[in-house]
């Protein structure tokens, strides 16, 4: 493979160290090249390097006649991709792509939107070039998960943008000089009873030294044997040198300019810093991580994926120089504890940041590309179901199915019908087509391998005819248009006698049938469905895991519920329904005041659909004179499944409450307004139900009662049926990724 790189020779900082760790180690694995533009920093220091370079001198940047030379060049030694790095490359790329036919790939290393902040007419001018630029590329790679959701939140392709993150040679010994010899190189006052807190960064405002400078004045207000060093230049050090002086703390400060022995400055530091307002996945950290300092920096970009607080270093809100300086008086107060970041990052960072899984990362992004530039198909995979209406539990399916998708095959395109396609690609970095705009979304399928029916109840009737018959025609028609198509983790039925003719028909005619339960296998023989292969497997959701407890903890906090209620909660989902017990609101309210009065348990409603569920738990909450509280804000499963763990049982009446619940080992009592509710508890041997249009407030009662007194028992049995279930719902994906091969 032939891979031609291309980069103006001018960048220096992040862009050109990413670069070099790239090219080091890709160059055992494919041919590569890199052309530069001008004999800047970049191309002068490649010079002394084993990667082939080529320098074609552009004397101005609307000196277009080296697009010529460069397409010779691709022409002549026959490279298979175009690989470009930065604003100026991204401009020539735009005009080279139409005189190729070989397929252009843009490394985003920053914000495109605030590369030239320095002056309005290279903010004008070069920020519209490169945007513009961008837009005309094949296919992206962000340094960052937050990076790659920047651009699909800015309309780009999710399927075109990958993520790699940067990585660096931890093997090779970093050179450095001594404390002493540093001190004294830079005028410094040097003293082992001092603690030394540096920056690296030109001084530009995405950079964020204000926040370093008006935090360290809070610092040094405390800590008086603290100095602090920033190494870098730019047009904004005068008006930081101005900030230190009215703060009272630039005695305090060493300005020490643009350093290039970046791990001597690292080596005489006690912690590193990073204060930017917007970041990808800066080398400064992964430096620092190899010379192993405690850091503090700024949540933002791809950090926080390097960075865990309080395990490999701690972070702060953006822009929020007092929590920075919090952070800091923290580690200048504890040096173990500083000790013991810089180790875990270390250790974080070389097992996975290293140049080399930057460059297989990249290899396996060639071959992806390559194969996708010769193939006629553009997705996958088409999913349709209930996605888009901000139901907790379809968008965990959503989250789970793509998850364990891409578990089988890495590189699956994936693209969904949803209501909402604009918030759908966001959330989950797929491509997203209107479900209720029949050109787009035939326009999608004639553009997929194979149509995924994907997870929850979608054949059924029971609300409605149109829904089914939706479902229906989308599969009938994938079938027409020669996909294959999986019913993939389905609940089936119940359906209306008038309808299981046309139902049975069209679910004849698909290639893969799964089911999330054996009561829906029942209903497939109601519908005299027989010919595809039929396995029961699981719902998806059960793979989820939940969020972990520290960030559950802080998440309670917010609403309001005291630390000492925390664990001694009786979980509540319930939802509005036309057939609901009449008395079914008195009937909870006196269930969880005996609940609260026998056992101390604590209601904690769970609206599962924000705009349905909220009302009625309000409701019930304004009708008891004990201690509760509601989670009145969407949140995603994972965090919803943390915050059950912190239940002893969960009452519920959504399905997806009691599958959350299943998955973390919390004992259930289902509320049954549907076959799926007591079918998905009696296949995990659950069966503590009643039905929702007569609840049964005495067997509640009883069961509420059962659970406490054998609350190990069966949380025991929970834990070993939600391992057999979290396998049987990997099958779902293994059958439809070898289908689809």
């Known amino acids: 493979m032939n891979v031609l790189h291309i980069i103006s020779g001018g960048d220096s900082g992040g862009a050109k160290t990413h670069v070099f760790a790239l090219l080091d180690a890709l160059k055992k694995y494919v041919n590569v090249k890199i052309v530069c533009f001008i004999p800047g920093v970049f191309y002068q220091e490649i010079q002394h390097k084993d990667i082939q370079s080529v320098l074609f001198n552009q004397k101005n940047r609307m000196d277009l006649s080296i697009i010529t030379k460069i397409e010779n060049l691709i022409k002549d030694e026959k490279y298979d991709i175009v690989h470009v790095h930065g604003a100026r490359a991204n401009f020539i790329a735009a005009l080279l792509k139409p005189r190729i036919n070989v397929p252009v790939i843009t490394t985003v290393h920053s914000d495109y939107k605030l590369d030239f902040t320095e002056s309005l007419y290279k903010k004008l001018v070069f920020t519209a070039t490169n945007t513009l630029a961008l837009r005309l590329m094949d296919y992206y790679i962000g340094v960052s998960d937050n990076f790659k959701?920047?651009?699909?939140?800015?309309?780009?392709?999710?399927?075109?943008?990958?993520?790699?993150?940067?990585?660096?040679?931890?093997?090779?010994?970093?050179?450095?000089?001594?404390?002493?010899?540093?001190a004294k190189k830079y005028g410094i006052d040097y003293s082992p009873e001092y603690t030394y807190v540096g920056i690296i960064g030109r001084f530009d405002k995405v950079k964020g030294h204000e926040v370093f400078i008006k935090g360290a004045a809070e610092v040094a207000g405390k800590n008086p044997n603290v100095r602090f060093l920033l190494a870098g230049e730019g047009?904004?050090?005068?008006?930081?040198?101005?900030?230190?002086?009215e703060l009272g703390v630039y005695d305090k400060l060493h300005f020490l300019g643009f350093i290039k022995d970046i791990y001597s400055f690292l080596n005489f530091v006690d912690i590193n810093t990073l204060t930017s307002l917007s970041e990808s996945f800066p080398y400064?950290?992964?430096?620092?991580?190899?010379?192993?300092?405690?850091?503090?920096?700024?949540?933002?970009?791809?950090?926080?994926d390097l960075i865990k607080n309080g395990k490999t270093g701690m972070l702060f809100e953006n822009m929020n120089h007092s929590q920075f300086a919090q952070k800091l008086c923290t580690l200048i107060e504890n040096p173990e504890l500083r000790e013991r970041l810089g180790v875990?990052?270390?250790?974080?960072?070389?097992t996975c940041f290293s140049s080399e899984s930057l460059a297989l990362k990249h290899v396996e992004i060639y071959k992806d590309v390559l194969e996708r530039h010769k193939a006629k198909k553009e997705y996958d995979v088409i999913m349709s179901g209930y996605y888009g209406f901000k139901n907790n539990g379809d968008d965990a399916l959503l989250t789970t199915i793509i998850s364990n998708l891409k578990e089988?095959?890495?590189?699956?395109?994936?693209?969904?019908?949803?209501?909402?396609?604009?918030?759908?690609?966001?959330?989950?970095?797929?491509?997203?087509?209107?479900?209720?705009?029949?050109?787009?979304?035939?326009?999608?399928?004639?553009?997929?391998?194979?149509?995924?029916?994907?997870?929850?109840?979608?054949?059924?009737?029971?609300?409605?005819?149109?829904?089914?018959?939706?479902?229906?025609?989308?599969?009938?028609?994938?079938?027409?248009?020669g996909l294959?198509?999986?019913?993939?983790?389905?609940?089936?039925?119940?359906?209306?006698?008038?309808?299981?003719?046309?139902a049975g028909k069209v679910c004849n005619t698909v290639d893969l049938i799964t089911l999330r339960d054996e009561l829906s296998l029942?209903?497939?023989?109601?519908?005299?469905?027989?010919?595809?292969?039929?396995?029961?497997?699981?719902?998806?959701?059960?793979?989820?895991?939940?969020?972990?407890?520290?960030?559950?903890?802080?998440?309670?906090?917010?609403?309001?519920?005291?630390?000492?209620?925390?664990?001694?909660?009786?979980?509540?989902?319930?939802?509005?329904?036309?057939?609901?017990?009449?008395?079914?609101?008195?009937?909870?309210a006196k269930i969880i005041e005996r609940a609260y009065k026998k056992y101390g348990l604590i209601p904690l409603f769970l609206p599962m659909k924000q705009s349905d569920d909220l009302p009625l738990c309000r409701k019930i909450m304004n009708m008891v004179n004990i201690p509760s509280y509601v989670i009145d804000k969407e949140y995603p499963a994972n965090v919803l499944m943390g915050i059950i763990k912190n239940c002893r049982l969960i009452l519920?009446?959504?399905?997806?409450?009691?599958?959350?619940?299943?998955?973390?080992?919390?004992?259930?009592?289902?509320?049954?307004?549907?076959?799926?509710?007591?079918?998905?508890?009696?296949y995990v041997n659950q069966s503590r139900t009643t039905k929702v249009y007569n609840v049964d407030e005495n067997l509640i009662n009883e069961y509420i009662d059962e659970i406490i007194s054998t609350e190990d028992k069966i949380k025991q049995e929970l834990k070993e049926s939600t391992e057999k279930l979290k396998k049987l719902a990997l099958k779902n994906a293994e059958l439809t990724v070898e289908l689809l091969k």
């Open 235 to 245: 047009e904004e050090k005068e008006a930081l040198i101005k900030l230190a002086k």
């Open 652 to 682: 519920g009446m959504r399905l997806h409450s009691l599958i959350y619940a299943t998955a973390v080992s919390v004992p259930v009592i289902g509320l049954v307004y549907d076959p799926k509710i007591s079918g998905f508890l009696n």
């Open 408 to 481: 089988q095959k890495k590189d699956i395109k994936i693209a969904v019908l949803s209501k909402r396609p604009k918030e759908t690609k966001v959330q989950f970095l797929v491509d997203s087509m209107n479900r209720f705009n029949p050109f787009s979304a035939i326009c999608a399928i004639r553009k997929s391998k194979l149509f995924l029916n994907g997870g929850g109840t979608l054949i059924h009737d029971s609300t409605s005819t149109l829904s089914l018959l939706y479902y229906l025609t989308m599969m009938k028609l994938a079938k027409i248009m």
């Open 284 to 304: 400064v950290l992964l430096e620092g991580a190899k010379m192993k300092k405690a850091t503090v920096s700024s949540a933002v970009g791809g950090i926080p």
């Open 522 to 588: 029942e209903e497939l023989k109601r519908l005299n469905v027989s010919k595809p292969p039929i396995h029961i497997t699981a719902d998806p959701a059960i793979t989820l895991e939940a969020e972990d407890s520290g960030s559950i903890s802080e998440i309670l906090k917010n609403h309001g519920i005291n630390e000492e209620h925390q664990n001694k909660f009786i979980g509540i989902s319930l939802r509005s329904w036309n057939k609901n017990d009449p008395d079914m609101e008195e009937k909870i």
């Open 149 to 182: 959701r920047m651009l699909v939140s800015r309309g780009f392709n999710p399927n075109k943008v990958y993520t790699v993150y940067n990585g660096m040679d931890y093997d090779k010994p970093a050179d450095f000089c001594s404390k002493e010899e540093f």
């Open 344 to 350: 875990s990052l270390h250790r974080f960072a070389t």
């Open 484 to 502: 294959k198509v999986v019913m993939y983790a389905n609940g089936i039925g119940p359906v209306k006698e008038k309808n299981i003719k046309v």
